[in-house]
């Protein structure tokens, strides 16, 4: 029986100077390349197939595969580029991962881009970190100082570089083809598919665009084998992942455990809700995936699990409120993120989260009507589904989740004449009875 | 292609019910038209790569080709076909229709309908759009929704603004600017609810076909400073014509309301000009309109010596007076800008009524031979091509292997063929080579690859090429030469020379709208209609009989700048003139004081549209009608004819065809033709001369000349934009002019002690210009200057091109 | 303000690190940011001549970033969270608070007052990346975690006064100028400063410790055969609104 946590990528978290090439070294790391190296590159392909590991930023699908669209008998480079534009709202998992333990991730795209055959990697970080960027800048020189990177690693004929980029503000970025754009010196606006990024991506060359988790996952995999992996986890959703719990909890934090478990342990590991107070809603993977209640506290955190509750694991961002949180203002706030990150190429996320603002703001002071409810359900059908990318459907989400769970709360806004919460109630150091 | 071929290439689809057989790669949207379903649509555009932006052209897909459907409404505009798809659009499909209606709601709520006061009112794709496939009313207007403003127009270009708030960011204007025109000076810029289209700070969007742009925008949001806030659409007659300011032959529309043109636009053409034109050709009409149109016969009184009006019968009878006083010692200077009726009477006028083979329509420096070889070169190889008979198509340079061009600047001369050569580059990476001493811009843009040439050693280039494997040609490419190779000796005929060799295949391109039909009408000293060599007695006696005439001349010509010669020393004492600047034929490129006097003596008869300085010097004027005013033909450097409708009729000036035939008939010797109508039908009765061609005896090539110590060679071409006077009028349009610089390689820059951006002094033979100096990828040795930029006639003030000149800085 | 010859030749050799040159244009910009203290037009120009495109497209790309600001900015650029998480947990609060304490409205910089040492500008931000230290607040994008009104305040007068402030998870704050060179990819020496990890960041690990919960030891067996191997299969796992390139059916 696995145990309840099964730190791996956090491991060395608490590792002093954790960030360090001699830290890491000192507990193994890079050992995992040094075999890879001795690999056959499908192996490593193989390994990461069988191991079950499906994409940690979001989607789910499986990284092995996803390196095996890569099509070996195309002439042209091919590269790998790691989405560390972490932004989705919730998310936090990435950030302190590149903090303390940049090594495993270059670890990680040295032995995935062997096994790709690139010979140069972008690990694509989003500008708003800038000791996280210094770190991982830091980690790839070490690397390189050590002969991890580089001309002939190790012997093995194989080289490899990595450029550390930094975005410059844009949610869209984390979408991998607007990334992509973003790396090519473009505004990031998702690109058509096909082609797809395996075929003609960065510089319409073959492109593996993988989460930094995924790929900070692969040198474990072949550190200790895919059926190591796969022994932990649920039958479709194997091995560990990063969990990451925010808001009303006793004790925000991070919890790395099989996927599968369950909110209500990990609310129970975190200390429960805050004193005094209940759970009220939730997201399982960041603000675009569709909120959850009470109700499905019992539900495994597993891709299949969370989609079968009509939300998604995405990327396992849990943002916990309690009943002092107004869903009316929550739901807004996060419209106006999508209004204010949608790219613009597209009518239906350009003009509809546009309008979602607009009509949320009305009901959100009162000021609506019931038959907005409706309307807002019409404008979240005509943009989901109907976009050029996810962003418009991440946008609907929320709002329409809210709506099957909180309809009542809208409508009291409209009795109430305005929001009947009071803003200071839910923050974290009401209780400390500071005041605004 | 064999049948089966072509069967493999075909894809079967269900569209609405409907199967449809489609060429593999047909995108959906395309496909269902074939069926005559219209799906609605604003980024797509077919000659634009898809975009998928605007999510206008939703349709559902329940099956792929695969037997799966797609789970959401798939955009038809990006989509191609597959074996065995199934499209259902909005006529069947209650979730394509949901999803387009949703789409056109979004699009609208941030739509300041002002339809009632949009210029693209009456004629635009949203507002037809969204009375088919859209609502009434507006849920956004009902439920208190407040539309994004954004303060007043912003100009792109000085021709082209900007009404933001009307924009929908379909991104066909960017796309159009990027792909097509190769000059993306307008782009998106900001994000979501409040991206627009933008320039940047100070550098506006400067492109010869900019035009364009508000041509394609499906919304009110481009509109050009000439046609804003003039006219409705539905007050506007159209009619189909051909562009009159080069020798593309591009399909326009002319649009005009009670007797005036308020705009021109590109026509769909696919063979020629495909839905493109130019700046010059979209907004240069106006100058007939100026107040220097003549409007009335006038000849020159003999008591005061002033001109006066006079009646078109006075004015046929003095003109044919004067003629019968000069006897056979006239010279006719008929221009490049006439329909090929006109070129014909001309021609026929010159040889029946004056009996003369002294005409040139070639209104340009000829060089020191007075144009002999490329007279020869012009009936030896260019006049009887067209397409279908062997000729150089644009359809052929979109498939050539490689393109070389030598004394032509396609963006500035033929810009129809610079967007055909840029297209090739971008679909097949097809390689384009200039013989010429500057990298352009426009040779940047199609990718092309400079073989630096100081002017007048390009017969030596041209010789070369045949042993550079770089280029290698071969019977897939193309050779282009431009008019401006005329007054380098050698050069045609070694021109001629590589296409045999390398079995290219060469076309000549001019500059004006009526070169071509010049030479086919037999506007040239040696070269009579139908391409029927003067020196052949054959030839000549062939036409008498089609003219019914006893004989045609065959004694010698004069060419363009042999005639101002003549007159200057005497030896002609007539001229009939069409609108030529004798500045621009004469090799030294200036009118001298002599010539001046000489022409003031003369028997002069000028054919006109607007006064210029021949009117003062003539002694008949004769107000004659611009294309607008006319039925014709212009044929195309490709040797394809090109006919259009008169469109306007103003009763105040007559075709030139029926000005010759007065004058001729008043002097007893009729050409037998007075419309533009009758005078093709003789063209066509005529026909191509079936003898042997002219043959082509290669001059003995000059060597370049070398210029002195501290000399440089000058370069020079005329712009697209430039002082041209049919360019007057429209201030937005000549605002757009490219600054003019003097070009120098970054090598002789140094070795003058200049640096970019200071001024200088560029001085030749005619004087002197102040000008800023660039640097480029010029030819060592060599300084470029734009030959007629307004305020800076490098022609008239310097030089002609190949002339030495200095280039002195250092007084800022 | 002109581009500098020394900033000039950075900004080629950012476009060397890339392939294809265009690449290095967003840390070319962070390093315009850095020489200038904003994006100036003069910057856009030297990026679009040396990456061979239009001023247009720099400016297209210069106004799609947010990062990317076209007035000056202070010497300290402060961002305080307002997604909703952290809007909830205090973030509108201190957002308002410092609105009020520093007289600007949102992207604006504040009036510096005699005997200030440095200018603060203010902008309240989108989710940070940092949700268990809510409410977060960013300082030349720098984590100050768990913020309150108070704390925040502090900062800004602390900065002001030209003291030393550290992030919570980092080192001493840099200036903005500085900031943005690093952001360029010019290193400042400073990654080994602040500590590994937050505490939130460590709560998990230190309850696996507590209860000797490990990940499973290397001879643990288990297989993925449940997991897609197929294309279509994978496609039909994942989450199909999400990653669009990955679950949009090919007709292929």
Redesign the interface.
């Known amino acids: 029986m696995t145990d309840v946590l099964t730190p791996v990528l956090t491991d060395d978290w608490d590792a002093a100077q954790s960030w360090k090439l001699a830290t890491y070294e000192s507990r193994g790391g890079y050992g995992a390349l040094k075999k890879a190296l001795g690999m056959n590159q499908d192996d490593i392909i193989t390994a990461v197939k069988d191991s079950g590991l499906r994409g940690r930023g979001g989607a789910g699908f499986p990284t092995g595969m996803k390196w095996s669209f890569i099509p070996q008998d195309n002439p042209k480079p091919k590269y790998l580029v790691v989405n560390a534009d972490e932004s989705e709202p919730g998310t936090c998992k990435d950030i302190p991962l590149m903090m303390a333990t940049p090594h495993t991730l270059v670890e990680g795209v040295a032995i995935s881009s062997y096994a790709i055959r690139a010979n140069k990697a972008f690990i694509y970080i989003r500008g708003e970190v800038l000791h996280v960027i210094r770190r991982v800048q830091a980690a790839v020189a070490e690397a390189y100082e050590a002969g991890h990177l580089g001309k002939n690693i190790h012997g093995s004929g194989y080289d490899l570089d990595i450029v550390v980029h930094a975005g410059a503000g844009a949610y869209i970025c984390g979408e991998e083809t607007a990334l992509l754009e973003g790396l090519e010196g473009r505004r990031g606006q998702p690109r058509l598919r096909p082609p797809f990024p395996a075929v003609a991506g960065l510089y319409a060359s073959p492109t593996v665009i993988n989460n930094v988790e995924s790929i900070a996952s692969v040198p474990s995999i072949i550190a200790h084998g895919a059926e190591w992996f796969a022994s932990m986890g649920t039958e479709k959703s194997k091995g560990y992942g990063i969990f990451s719990l925010s808001g009303h909890v006793a004790n925000p934090c991070q919890y790395e455990a099989p996927l599968g478990i369950t909110l209500r342990k990990l609310i129970e590991l975190a200390g429960g809700i805050r004193a005094g107070h209940e759970l009220k809603f939730w997201t399982p993977g960041g603000s675009s995936t569709p909120l959850l209640t009470a109700d499905h506290l019992d539900i495994p955190l597993d891709f299949e699990g969370v989609s079968g509750a009509g939300s998604m694991l995405g990327t396992r961002a849990l943002q916990i409120f309690d009943e002092t949180t107004c869903v009316v203002r929550a739901v807004l706030r996060w419209t106006e993120f999508y209004k204010h990150e949608s790219c613009g190429k597209c009518t239906p996320c350009r003009e509809g989260t546009w309008w979602l603002t607009q009509t949320l703001t009305r009901l959100e002071k009162g000021q609506g009507t019931p038959g907005d409810l409706d309307l807002l359900l019409d404008q979240c059908e005509n943009i989901l589904g109907r976009s050029f990318c996810a962003l418009g459907d991440g946008a609907t989400s929320p709002i329409s989740s809210s709506i099957q769970y909180f309809r009542e709360e809208y409508l009291a806004h409209l009795e109430h004449g305005g929001c009947p919460f009071d803003p200071l109630a839910s923050t974290a150091f009401a209780i400390e009875g500071a005041n605004a | 292609m064999t049948a089966e071929l072509v069967k493999t290439n075909q894809v079967t689809v269900t569209i609405d019910g409907i199967q449809v057989s489609v060429p593999a790669d047909t995108l959906v949207i395309r496909a269902a038209e074939e069926i005559g379903v219209q799906i609605p649509r604003f980024c797509d555009h077919p000659l634009l790569a ?7 052209c ?1 349709v559902d897909i329940p099956d ?3 037997g ?6 798939q955009a038809s505009c ?1 989509l191609p076909v ?1 074996e065995g ?1 199934v499209v259902n659009t909005q006529a069947t499909s209650p979730v394509a229709d ?2 387009q209606q ?2 056109m ?3 609208l ?2 739509h300041p309908l002002d339809c009632p006061v949009c210029d693209k009112g009456g004629e635009c794709p949203l507002q037809n759009q969204a009375m088919s496939n859209g609502q009434g009313e507006s ?2 207007a009902e ?4 539309k ?1 403003v954004f303060p007043k127009p912003i100009n792109l270009a000085p021709q082209v603004l900007l009404d933001r708030e009307r924009c ?2 379909c991104q066909r204007c960017t796309r159009f600017a990027d792909e097509i025109a190769g ?13 627009q289209i ?6 506006e ?1 400067l492109s010869y076909f900019s035009g364009n742009t508000i041509q394609i925008c499906p919304v009110g949001a481009l509109t050009s400073a000439a046609y804003r806030f003039r006219s409705r659409p539905f007050d506007l007659v159209s009619s189909a014509s051909i562009a009159d300011h080069d020798a593309c032959g591009s399909a326009i529309r002319v649009d005009h309301r009670r007797g005036k043109v308020m705009r021109r636009m590109a026509g769909d053409d696919r063979d020629v000009n495909e839905e493109w034109i130019t700046d010059k050709d979209r907004f240069a009409f106006v100058s007939t309109r100026l107040d220097d149109r003549l409007t009335h016969p006038q000849v020159r009184d003999t008591e005061t010596g002033e001109l006066r009006a006079a009646s078109w019968p006075e004015a046929f009878a003095v003109a044919a007076r004067g003629l019968a006083a000069a006897k056979k010692k006239v010279g006719l200077l008929p221009g490049g800008r006439l329909t090929a009726e006109d070129a014909y009477a001309w021609s026929k006028f010159a040889r029946v009524t004056v009996r003369t083979n002294n005409i040139d329509f070639r209104a340009r420096p000829l060089g020191a031979d007075h144009g002999a070889e490329e007279a020869a070169f012009l009936a030896s190889t260019v006049v009887l091509g067209a397409p279908g008979a062997g000729a150089v198509t644009y359809a052929d340079l979109e498939t050539a292997s490689a393109v070389l061009l030598a004394g032509l600047e396609p963006e500035d001369e033929a810009g129809t063929i610079f967007l055909r050569l840029r297209k090739a580059n971008r679909a097949t990476g097809a390689r384009v080579f200039a013989i010429s001493a500057v990298g352009t811009r426009g040779l940047a843009k199609v990718d092309g690859t400079l073989l630096p040439t100081v002017p007048g050693a390009e017969a030596a280039a041209l010789a070369a090429v045949a042993s550079n494997s770089d280029v290698a040609l071969d019977s897939h490419s193309v050779i282009l030469v431009g008019e401006r190779l005329a007054v380098v000796p050698g050069a045609l005929a070694a021109a001629v020379e590589l296409a045999r060799s390398t079995g290219a295949r060469l076309a000549w391109v001019p500059r004006r709208a009526g070169d071509r039909g010049a030479v086919e009408t037999g506007c040239l000293p040696t070269l009579l209609p139908g391409g029927r060599p003067v020196a052949d007695a054959m030839a000549r006696v062939d036409l008498a009989e089609a003219w019914g005439v006893d004989a045609v001349t065959g004694k010698d010509g004069l060419s363009g700048s042999q005639i101002l010669d003549a007159l200057r020393d005497g030896d002609l004492n007539a001229l009939v003139v069409g609108g030529v600047d004798p500045a621009d034929v004469l090799p030294s490129g200036g009118v001298d004081k002599k010539l001046r006097k000489a022409l003031k003596k003369a028997f002069v008869i000028s054919l006109e549209v607007r006064s210029s300085e021949f009117t003062e010097l003539a002694d008949v004027v004769f107000p004659v009608a611009p294309a607008s005013d006319k039925a014709g033909t212009f044929i195309n450097w490709e040797g394809r004819v090109r006919s259009f409708p008169k469109v306007l009729d103003h009763p105040s000036s007559l075709p030139d065809v029926r000005v010759l035939a007065g004058i001729a008939e008043e002097r007893g010797r009729s050409i037998g033709v007075r419309t533009p109508e009758q005078a093709w039908a003789e063209i066509v009765k005529v026909g191509p001369w079936s003898g042997e061609r002219a043959g082509f005896e290669a001059p003995a090539s000059a060597a370049a000349p070398q210029p002195a110590a501290g000399q440089l060679v000058l370069a020079s071409w005329k712009q697209l934009l430039d002082d041209g006077r049919g360019q007057d009028g429209d201030e937005h349009l000549r605002a757009s002019v490219r600054p003019p610089v003097a070009l120098v390689s970054a090598g002789t820059l140094t070795s003058l002690g200049l640096t970019a951006g200071d001024e200088v002094e560029l001085a030749g033979p005619l004087g002197r210009l102040r000008l800023p100096v660039a640097v480029g990828e010029v030819a060592e040795g060599v300084v470029w200057a734009p030959a007629s930029a307004p305020g800076a006639s490098v022609r008239h003030q310097v030089g002609p091109a190949g002339s030495a000149v200095t280039l002195v800085g250092g007084t800022k | 303000m002109s581009i500098e010859s020394q900033t000039y030749d950075e900004l080629v050799e950012i476009s060397q690190r890339y392939p294809e040159k265009r690449s290095g244009l967003l840390p070319m910009l962070h390093l315009v940011q850095s020489a200038s203290g904003q994006v100036t037009a003069e910057g856009i120009k030297a990026c679009a001549e040396i990456l061979e495109i239009s001023e247009a497209e720099v400016s297209g790309v210069a106004t799609f970033y947010t990062m990317y600001k076209r007035r000056p900015v202070g010497d300290y650029h402060v961002g305080v969270c307002t997604n909703t998480l952290c809007a909830v947990m205090g973030g509108d609060l201190i957002f308002e608070r410092l609105k009020d304490h520093l007289d600007v409205g949102n992207d604006e910089t504040a009036d510096g007052r005699p005997g200030d040492s440095a200018t603060i500008s203010l902008e309240h931000i989108e989710c940070n990346a940092a949700c268990d230290y809510a409410p977060v607040m960013m300082v030349n994008w720098e984590f100050l975690d768990n913020q309150t009104p108070e704390s925040a305040v502090s900062v800004v007068d602390d900065l002001r006064a030209g003291k030393p402030v550290h992030s919570t998870r980092g080192p001493k704050l840099v200036t903005w100028k500085e900031a943005e060179r690093v952001l360029a990819g010019f290193n400042d020496g400073l990654a080994d400063e602040g500590p590994s990890a937050g505490p939130a960041s460590l709560v998990g690990l230190k309850i696996a410790r507590e209860n000797s919960w490990t990940a499973p030891a290397s001879n643990a067996a288990g297989t993925a055969t449940a997991v897609a191997d197929t294309k279509q299969a994978a496609v039909e796992q994942a989450d199909t609104s999400r990653a669009e390139s990955e679950t949009l059916a090919e007709e292929s």
């Open positions: 898809p975009a998928g932006a605007c999510r206008q939703l792929a080709g695969n799966r459907g797609f789970p959401k409404p990006t597959a798809m949901k999803a949703g789409v709601e979004f699009l709520i941030n849920r956004f439920s208190g929704g407040v994004r929908i960011v000059d993306p000076f307008i782009a998106l810029v900001e994000r979501g609810a409040q991206q933008g320039i940047a700070e100070g550098v969007f």
